[in-house]
């Protein structure tokens, strides 16, 4: 698959950033549903078609990493929706899962609304990763949506910064930019 014009002018952090789905119809009602109306069983649900999907991928992934969320929304929410969905497909496919490598190091506004620039800026430097749990190891990083790679991208830096031999990116979702990134 070739790179999009942004990312062949300034490459991404991550080896490679792929979506099982497209952000529309049954997956963003499942995904809104898993996150806001507390569906917590659709992790598992959509975990096993991810699984089959990071199989066909072949990538030589040691540890899966979920995406936090600051202790705010955590708080507000009681639960990272993205580790709902990690956490099963770490074990379907015989990975180590690793939800504490990567914490948020401040709170950051929401990225809904926000154009490509300002959702960078506001995702520079919002990671820390633990290099006792991520030196030396091929990741798997895991969100729930991609619009431009930006949580993603700061997450993958702070990964690589703290030792990790390798970074890739996965989504449960893409939003497509005719979608309008303001709807995510």
């Known amino acids: 698959m070739g790179l999009c014009e942004n990312c062949r002018l300034t490459p991404p952090p991550f080896l490679a950033l792929r979506s099982w789905a497209v952000f529309e119809g049954p997956i963003r009602s499942a995904l809104h549903r898993l996150k806001y109306r507390r569906n917590l069983a659709l992790g598992d649900v959509l975990a096993q078609p991810m699984a089959d999907y990071c199989r066909r991928l072949d990538w030589p992934v040691e540890v899966v990493v979920p995406v936090p969320l600051g202790s705010r929304r ?14 099963p497909l770490a074990a379907l496919n015989g990975w180590q899962y690793a939800p504490r490598s990567l914490s948020r190091t401040r709170e950051t506004k929401s990225q809904i609304g926000l154009s490509a620039a300002e959702r960078q800026e506001n995702m520079e430097g919002a990671f820390r990763a633990d290099p006792r749990r991520v030196a030396d190891r091929t990741l ?12 993603l991208s700061a997450g993958a830096e702070a990964l690589l910064s703290s030792g990790a031999k390798a970074v890739y990116a996965l989504t449960l979702a893409r939003a497509l930019p005719r979608h309008g990134l303001q709807h995510v």
């Open 140 to 151: 798997l990083l895991m969100d729930d949506v991609a619009t431009t790679g930006a949580t």
């Open 74 to 87: 955590l708080q507000e929410r009681g639960y990272n929706q993205v580790e709902l969905i990690a956490m």
